[in-house]
Each structure stands twice: as structure tokens, then as C-alpha cells.
């Protein structure tokens, strides 16, 4: 079955950075398919961070206007993972961050990891 892992979260200070890793299974030609990083705070809905498209579209990404020129979203098809590069942490992006796999009608998510931005 469809599985996605995320780690690499944790308690950051402000400023600081942190790399997020998701490792996909369970479904062949990982490469062929969008990958997304979205992210829920306590009490918010969950929203769109970034995401990354097929290899077969040419590989680009989006960014939510909150992070841009902060994240980077990348992929490595090699080892069916994708990255989401955080840098200059703020406390607003403290949240459960969960990728998500463009398989289906709702798409496939992971269990999501922590961030936590504080001094």
C-alpha cells in the first residue's frame, strides 16, 4: 500500500533552519507523480505549502506566498524522497507539516512531523 514518512522535524529558534524529509513506498515510478508539503497549526486548516511536479511535466515547484524565498522544495526520484528545505524559521510556521502524493482522487498523505519555531 501507498506509504509516505516524514521526518526531520523538531524545535528550531527563530531564524534557524531545519531540512524535512518524506520517503515514499508502495507504488511504482515514484517520479511520475506531484508531491506537496502542506501544514496544519493548532486551530488553522491545513494549507498548501509547496509542491513539486512529475518528472515527465519538467520539474517546478510552487511555494505558498508565506514561504517563498524561505523553502525549497526538491526530489530525489533515486530514492523516492522529497525534501522541503526550511530556512529563516519563523514561530508562525510552528505546525504539523505532512506530505501529500498526487495518487487517486484524494491523493495519499503521510502521518506528518512537528515543527516547532521558538525562542
Known amino acids: 500500500q501507498v506509504q509516505l514518512v516524514e521526518s526531520g522535524g523538531g524545535l528550531v529558534q527563530p531564524g534557524g533552519s531545519l531540512r524535512l524529509s518524506c520517503a515514499a513506498s508502495?507504488?511504482?515510478?515514484?517520479?511520475?507523480?506531484?508531491m506537496s508539503w502542506y501544514r496544519q497549526a493548532p486551530g488553522k486548516e491545513r494549507e498548501l505549502v509547496a509542491g513539486?511536479?512529475?518528472?515527465?511535466?519538467?520539474?517546478?515547484?510552487n511555494y505558498a506566498d508565506s514561504v517563498k524565498g524561505r523553502f525549497t522544495m526538491s526530489r530525489d526520484n533515486a530514492k523516492n524522497t522529497v525534501y522541503l528545505q526550511m530556512s529563516s524559521l519563523k514561530p508562525d510556521d510552528t505546525a504539523v507539516y505532512y506530505c501529500?502524493?498526487?495518487?487517486?482522487?484524494?491523493?495519499?498523505w503521510g502521518q506528518g512531523t512537528q515543527v516547532t519555531v521558538s525562542s
Open positions: 501529500k502524493v498526487g495518487i487517486g482522487r484524494n491523493g495519499y
Open positions: 508502495g507504488f511504482p515510478f515514484f517520479s511520475a507523480y506531484a
Open positions: 513539486i511536479t512529475s518528472a515527465g511535466a519538467g520539474i517546478s515547484t
